[in-house]
């Protein structure tokens, strides 16, 4: 099919795409005018998104749901047989590491196989999950194996998670082919969304989402050593970066402690090390400085108190601030290292429903020291004489001012 022409795309497949990264992107392109069809496993969310309720927390996607459902352009199915209707295949699915920190290459290729096997001549499959080094250049051999004539390009996701719809008309496009006319089809694509586009080989362009992963991890990590070491002076550690970021252009990129998780930036930056013979030494590091955070605050807190007796309240579990997500929060290693030190661990989090959580009435009453694990705008101004551990430095000062480390 080397010479031939395809008419443009109308017909969009998003497969995983009741998840964070599919649903934004299927509601932005159903809103576009094109045709899209949503496939995805999970039938209880399936059906919740189809009641025309987001399934999660995402900017604007209240409102933009039932608007998209309303035009008929959006379609939910768990079927794979839809994706021989399409003209366009993306694929959104989570892509894990496993529990030696390796990426889950099986589950990945297991939903590929599926996927092709579903689809046919003439389409253009494309990957918007973020994969380790070579996994592109690998799945475009593996179709060209197979009699299939499937166009193979890879457009790494890049939004945050809660600001997507916002992102994805904002952020320039990363494209990538396994072939030239694989790369044009998808720069085609994304210009059609207005994207400013830039094509790379494919493997630099799986670099290139893995770089900006690991960077921001590293970056976190880089804060999180220089709080462990301003708290082992005896010194503020925000106090400290404000001097040093203030009208002073070189540190504008010092970014400020706090818990560096979510489902992203620690599984990316070990795809990248994992198949490299684990030589990034500086995103392991990041790990073991990142993760070992609600260690060091609550080491840091029995330096000066008995915790033994006392009750200690999380404020946020979830992995960022203004976010009903609890993947990967650190909150929950903390939770667990205070279950092992203290009386009583209380928890709260205004985003999301769990039985075991109580209120932040309850949490602010019952507590002997709170610590925050997420700042939610909510816990901004809030009035209490307890002491506070705000690694983030997120509270107004006098809120933390009996500040607990
Ligand atoms: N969350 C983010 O902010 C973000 C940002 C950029 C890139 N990414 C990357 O995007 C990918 C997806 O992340 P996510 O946060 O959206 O994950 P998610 O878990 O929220 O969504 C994945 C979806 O895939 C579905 N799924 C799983 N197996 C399936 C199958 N066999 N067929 C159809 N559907 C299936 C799940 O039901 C789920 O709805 C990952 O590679 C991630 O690293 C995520």
Same mark, same amino acid.
């Given at each position: ?100 920190? !390796?990426? !889950? ?98 493997? /630099? ?7 900006? @992963? ?16 301003? /708290? ?119 985003? *999301? ?15 002997? *020291? ?10 901004? @101004? ?24």
């Amino acid at each position: 099919m080397s010479n031939e022409t395809f008419p443009p795309i109308s017909r969009v497949a998003v497969v995983g795409g009741a998840g964070h990264v599919g649903l934004p992107l299927a509601l932005l392109i159903a809103q576009q005018g094109f045709d899209v069809t949503i496939v995805d496993i999970n039938e209880e969310t399936l059906a919740l998104i189809r009641s025309g309720k987001m399934p999660f927390h995402e900017r604007d996607a209240d409102e933009l749901l039932p608007q998209v459902l309303a035009t008929g352009r959006l379609h939910l199915t768990s079927q794979n047989e839809a994706l021989r209707d399409q003209d366009l295949v993306i694929v959104t699915i989570g892509t894990p590491v496993d529990e030696y920190l !390796d990426p !889950d290459v099986r589950t990945f290729d297991r939903v590929i196989h599926t996927t092709l096997s579903h689809m046919r001549d003439g389409q253009l499959l494309m990957i918007r999950s973020t994969v380790f080094p070579g996994v592109t250049d690998r799945l475009g051999r593996q179709v060209s194996d197979h009699s299939l004539k499937v166009d193979v390009a890879y457009c790494p996701e890049r939004i945050a998670q809660g600001f997507a719809l916002q992102e994805l008309v904002k952020l320039p496009q990363i494209v990538s082919g396994t072939t030239p006319r694989a790369a044009h089809r998808a720069a085609e694509f994304f210009e059609r969304l207005r994207a400013e586009i830039i094509e790379l080989p494919p493997i /630099e362009a799986e670099l290139a989402k893995l770089f900006s @992963n690991s960077y921001r991890y590293i970056n976190f990590a880089i804060a999180n050593q220089f709080y462990m070491l301003a /708290e082992r002076y005896g010194a503020d550690f925000e106090r400290v970066r404000d001097a040093v970021t203030r009208k002073y252009p070189r540190m504008q990129g010092f970014s400020g402690a706090g818990f560096a998780a979510g489902p992203c930036l620690l599984k990316d930056t070990m795809q990248l090390a994992a198949f490299n013979h684990n030589v990034l030494t500086l995103g392991q590091n990041a790990m073991m400085i990142n993760e070992g955070l609600p260690r060091f605050l609550v080491d840091q807190l029995k330096t000066k108190h008995d915790l033994v007796p006392l009750t200690v309240g999380v404020l946020g579990m979830a992995f960022k601030a203004n976010c009903d997500d609890p993947r990967s929060s650190l909150s929950y290693k903390l939770r667990k290292v205070l279950t092992m030190e203290c009386r009583k661990v209380l928890c709260t989090d205004p985003y *999301i429903q769990n039985p075991e959580f109580v209120s932040l009435e309850e949490c602010l009453a019952q507590s002997d *020291i709170l610590i925050v694990g997420a700042c939610h705008d909510e816990y901004r @101004n809030i009035q209490t004489n307890k002491p506070i551990v705000d690694v983030f430095g997120f509270l107004p000062k006098a809120a933390s001012r009996g500040s607990a480390t």
